[in-house]
């Protein structure tokens, strides 16, 4: 959905107590804001810290300002302004912290004084660096500390720490903080100006990537943004048709800050921001959490590329999928949770003769969320009615795989009777719904809840004989704290920050028992969280809502989990006309369907597999079959997804290159970028057409197409 469409007073609500005093502001104001930018002093900058694409600039007062390299020349993103300042908790008004909110007289608490600065190298995971130490002070006796580094190793993103200290006799007193308010400036007059990347979840679940206008606003929150949709990954993005500038953090734990995004009349403000109320007594000091300004050519794709792989570097690289990963997926699903075995096995022979390799077991198998046992109306011979299901799947060519939602129970399920003391708990001793299965939290920082997860791993791969697990679930990027009294948490943000490790347990669990077991991770719409990369090997599309979602998640998970993913686009029918596998297959994706056969016994809502459809499915399959893309390199970098038209995206796989279009419909040129030196025959392997030879000099061609076109670029 648009987010432009949000009421201001929802808006306010959403953004959860961020200053919103000024009419027209999501952050702070700043001076100058607006679409007039005063001319700037060539004299202004006090300090200066710069790499082969990244330069910022501070003036006396550690305001700041962002350039990026174009060419020789230095182009501002940025206008002056503070960049990391606080909030004072006493300030009714909201605004930004300013001694003069109760003295007028007072200077400006954004406004810090620099008195030193230091540069220094710097050699640690991440390489050789160069560090920039900076300090100022302000009217009231706060002391701000910052420290920006840039490493060799990646140009265009500078890490940084900030930190306040009291050098005050009175105690202060702020309710939140904020790094890297940028008020990325417009380079254009064309609309759209810009366009973002957020990596926030939404119980909506809106668009991750989206046009930015003049009252767009998004809070980004990476706390629980409802009962059960909460966490994401720390990164917004800005860009405009010359590049772009993103913010974000590098902290290695979920970290409850917001994200903000605001669209305004010539520029779109971005920011870091954590809310909650602090006292620093005389001589205390606060640290911010790590965070990151980059600045990147093209869209979004190229920071999220970067952070992927610095955040490699500090010991959170996504896994590595194993060879199955990547192989066509049939789900049952189309049958709802009426399925029965019956109905699977009547449908595995047209599966395999298609040429699909998996056969998923989705929802209704179990007796219910939480007691994860055979449902005994569909299988009335318990463990031994699963095994004989499995042995059928595995005798008619194709590889199983098991749905399953941990981390819920539902009322009056079995295990809350016996063992109630794993529900995640708030301050008043309630429990935490998750909305979609009516069941409740458990909490996964909690060992027993652990333990018992590991069990159920070893019964589905071990016992069971699956070789692979669907984790599914809008409750499975983050978590509320937890305050049940059983678990002894040592603070009850616990269980958030531990997320991670409950996932890294179901996931070192399947590899222990079968190193080749293929882990799914479905987060039901939302976005993913990056810090459970590492501990699942495949990712859908997570119930897409438009082909564009089905596009546009597949060049993020290829940024942030590596260009050769395992990316599924999830079932076809969630695809524009339900037979979209264009929009999976053009970018690198897996291809998945859940359509019924012989027949459907849903008299509404069929997906039948008719015998149209059949030979539309049996040529995708077959092509999907023959190329396997997943395999290739995704080239998220040679197209804009928001300013090139028609959108494109690029698959690079043994010395070819293939290239998808989209667009309502088109007729003009395109170019094949990313050529190499040599000339190219081009096919349009949908159509098995000839479409002529191009070569990196002259790599234009003149096309016409409704919906896809998808094109071979063949070295001759």
């Known amino acids: 959905m648009s987010n432009a469409k949000t009421s201001r007073r929802r808006f306010v609500q959403l953004a959860g107590g961020l200053a919103l005093t000024l009419r027209h502001g999501l952050l702070p104001a700043q001076t100058g804001t607006g679409a007039a930018h005063p001319p700037e002093r060539p004299d202004r900058a006090a300090a200066m810290i710069e790499d082969a694409a990244l330069r910022i600039e501070w003036d006396a007062n550690l305001h700041s300002r962002i350039s990026r390299k174009q060419g020789r020349d230095w182009v501002p993103m940025s206008a002056w302004g503070p960049s990391e300042y606080l909030l004072d908790a006493d300030d009714g008004r909201g605004d930004a912290l300013r001694g003069d909110a109760r003295h007028k007289d007072a200077p400006h608490l954004t406004d810090f004084a620099i008195h030193h ?15 920039l130490t900076l300090s100022g002070k302000s009217g009231d006796g706060i002391e701000k500390i910052v420290q ?5 190793r990646h140009p265009g993103m500078a890490l940084v720490r900030v930190a306040y200290r009291n050098t005050a006799a009175r105690i202060f007193s702020f309710r939140s903080w904020t790094n890297g308010d940028t008020r990325v400036l417009a380079s254009g007059t064309r609309a759209p100006q810009f366009w973002c990347y957020s990596g926030a979840t939404y119980e909506d679940r809106r668009d991750w ?35 772009g500038l993103a913010v974000g953090h590098v902290e290695t734990t979920p970290q409850r800050v917001s994200l903000p995004v605001q669209g305004q009349r010539g520029e779109v403000r971005v920011a870091v921001c954590g809310r909650e109320r602090r006292y620093l007594k005389s001589g205390e000091r606060f640290d911010t959490p790590e965070t990151f300004v980059a600045v990147h050519d093209g869209d979004y794709f190229a920071v999220l590329n970067r952070y992927r792989l610095l955040m490699s570097e500090r010991g959170m690289s996504p896994a590595v999928p194993p060879a199955q990963a990547y ?3 049939w789900c049952a699903w189309g049958y709802e949770r009426s399925c029965t075995t019956e109905l699977i096995e009547g449908t595995l022979p047209k599966v395999k003769e298609l040429g699909l390799e998996w056969a998923v077991i989705d929802d209704g198998w179990q007796a219910m969320i939480g007691d994860w046992n055979p449902h ?3 299988y009335p011979n318990g463990d031994a009615d699963v095994r004989s299901l499995v042995a059928s799947i595995r005798a008619g060519g194709l590889k199983p795989r098991l749905w399953y939602s941990p981390l819920s129970a539902a009322p009056g399920s079995d ?25 409740f939290y458990l909490c996964p920082a909690y060992q027993p809840t652990v333990q018992y997860t590991q069990s159920l791993i070893k019964k589905f ?4 004989g699956f070789a692979g697990l669907k984790i599914d679930g809008q409750h499975l990027n983050g978590v509320a704290a937890c305050y049940n009294p059983a678990h002894r948490h040592a603070d009850p943000k616990e269980s958030s920050e531990k997320l991670q490790e409950f996932f890294a347990a179901i996931y070192e669990t399947a590899m222990q028992v079968n190193p080749e077991a293929v882990i799914e991770l479905c987060p039901c719409g939302t976005s993913y969280s990056f810090f459970n990369f590492k501990s699942f090997n495949q990712a859908p599309a997570s119930d897409p809502e438009s082909s564009w979602q089905v596009r546009h998640k597949g060049k993020t998970l290829k940024a942030l989990m590596g260009p050769s993913a395992a990316f599924a686009g999830d079932h076809v029918e969630l695809s524009d006309g339900h037979d979209d596998f264009a929009s999976t297959v053009g970018i690198g994706g897996i291809i998945s369907t859940k359509f019924t056969w012989p027949r459907d016994p849903k008299p509404k809502d069929s997906f039948l597999l008719t015998p149209e459809k059949e030979r539309l499915w049996r040529k995708w399959i ?22 090139d038209k028609p959108e494109t995206h690029v698959v690079e796989k043994s010395g070819r290159l293939y290239y998808a279009f989209y667009a309502h419909n088109f007729s003009g040129h395109v170019s094949l970028r990313g050529l190499a030196a040599g000339q190219y025959r081009v096919r349009d392997y949908f159509n098995d057409r000839q479409m002529g030879e191009v070569a990196a000099t002259r790599n234009s061609l003149q096309v016409a197409f409704d919906r896809f076109l998808m094109l071979e670029a063949i070295p001759a």
């Open 461 to 464: 791969i071990g016992e069971w």
């Open 415 to 439: 295990l809350l009777h016996d063992h109630a003391d794993m529900l995640l708990l708030d301050k008043e001793g309630a429990v935490q719904k998750i909305s979609w299965w009516n069941s």
């Open 622 to 643: 077959a092509l999907y079959n023959d190329r396997q893309l997943p395999r290739g390199t995704y080239r998220g970098d040679l197209y804009d997804i928001g300013f």
């Open 117 to 131: 600065q230091e540069q220094t190298g710097v050699e640690d995971a991440h390489g050789q660096g160069t560090r």
């Open 376 to 378: 005994r109306a569909k």
């Open 209 to 243: 990537v989206q046009p930015v206008a003049p009252g767009f606003a998004q809070d980004n929150f990476l706390g629980m943004e409802a009962s059960d949709y909460g966490g994401g990954t720390p990164i917004v993005d800005v860009w405009r048709r010359d590049g």
């Open 148 to 152: 920006v580094t840039l490493y060799e």
């Open 327 to 329: 192989d066509a997926i």
